[in-house]
């Protein structure tokens, strides 16, 4: 993102702009006066010199362990070539528990496969996630290991089209969760509590827990799905959300352009939403996300959230476990706080979810 100090600022915190360049030598913008540098800011323009009659040339100042640009521009250069590593990868997993036996069913090697990706990270396989996902097959560590694939080998990659790094155990609990327990209305599913749901309710905590005294909407506005301030709830895990419930649909056959029950696995899903041209490609992720799942109407998206701050049913997995993600201290529980505190985070969301559709 290129612009005066408060406009990176907005534009990082409410599009999900990963790193700022600041005009800063133009100190006549409102937009620089009295505000602070980003917290993403890259390079900063400071001033401008005649380094020969006639041509002007700006002195840059650039940040340490951020954004470091480009050296070089070169058409064989490919800027995907982090994300079809990554498919490369899937491949490679899916080819070995493909070949396992007489070849296990498609269903099997697709949850297989999602569960190799989030046991590279101890986080996503201790046993709460077992609890809701299984664990996977032995087999299958010990026959990827034996090809020379380990967990491990990929744990983060670069998602061009949105500049962040996406980390896959995040992405392979979610997507697990949204395939083996596919949610639609306003109740959400035990698998949706694997991914945006169950990060709803970080959020929610993150909020009552760290930041009371500011409403719910700014927030929500201010911290959920930022790559710029700390979130349970970052920008980062708000894509790999959205890719997996977006990328379950493919693979069951409901994202309106692939049919159920064929043989295509997670590495074409993959394939068909990063890099084909329709409408459901990762470019719309977020319309995608809002039109599928919430029907594209903003009282479905309210209805939902809300019940998933506030429902208990005695015989929802997804309810009973809420208490793992909410504070400790009970009064801070959703059904415990004024109703327009609770409405005004609802709305929060809702505004973080709509700017991000804008942005596309």
Avoid at 4 to 27: D, L, Q
Avoid at 122 to 135: C, E, F, Q, T, V
Avoid at 171 to 192: L, N, R
Wanted: aromatic residues 12%.
């Amino acid at each position: 993102m290129y612009g005066t100090r408060n406009v990176c600022e907005r534009v990082s915190r409410e599009a999900g702009a990963r790193w700022s360049f600041v005009s800063g030598m133009s100190w006549g913008y409102s937009g620089n006066l009295g505000y602070p540098m980003p917290h993403n800011w890259s390079f900063n323009q400071i001033r401008e010199y005649e380094f020969q009659a006639g041509y002007g040339l700006d002195h840059n100042i650039h940040r340490k362990n951020s954004d470091a640009g480009v050296w070089r521009l070169d058409a064989t250069d490919t800027g995907d070539l982090g994300l079809r590593n990554y498919i490369d990868h899937v491949k490679r997993i899916e080819g070995v528990i493909s070949a396992m036996g007489d070849g296990p069913p498609r269903h099997s090697v697709i949850d297989n496969t999602l569960a190799f990706l989030r046991w590279a990270e101890p986080g996503y396989h201790n046993w709460k996630w077992s609890a809701i996902l299984g664990a996977i097959w032995q087999e299958v560590l010990d026959a990827c290991a034996a090809a020379g694939i380990e967990p491990g080998d990929m744990v983060k990659y670069d998602d061009p089209r949105a500049n962040h790094r996406i980390t896959l155990a995040h992405f392979g609990a979610a997507a697990e969760g949204h395939y083996a327990y596919p949610g639609s209305g306003t109740d959400a599913t035990v698998g949706e509590g694997c991914g945006w749901a169950g990060d709803i309710l970080n959020a929610y905590t993150q909020w009552r827990e760290n930041h009371r005294s500011m409403s719910g909407e700014d927030f929500c506005v201010q911290v959920v799905g930022s790559a710029t301030v700390e979130s349970r709830f970052s920008s980062d895990d708000l894509i790999a959300d959205v890719d997996a419930y977006n990328i379950s649909q493919y693979l069951h056959g409901t994202d309106g352009e692939s049919g159920g029950g064929d043989d295509r696995l997670l590495s074409d899903a993959l394939f068909t939403y990063h890099f084909w041209d329709g409408e459901n490609r990762s470019a719309k992720r977020f319309t995608h996300f809002y039109e599928k799942r919430f029907g594209g109407s903003p009282s479905t998206f309210r209805a939902t959230v809300r019940n998933i701050l506030l429902d208990f049913d005695l015989f929802s997995a997804f309810d009973w476990g809420k208490k793992f993600f909410l504070p400790d201290d009970e009064s801070q529980h959703p059904d415990r706080i004024p109703s327009d505190q609770l409405a005004s985070f609802v709305e929060g969301l809702h505004t973080v979810i709509t700017r991000r559709m804008e942005g596309e």
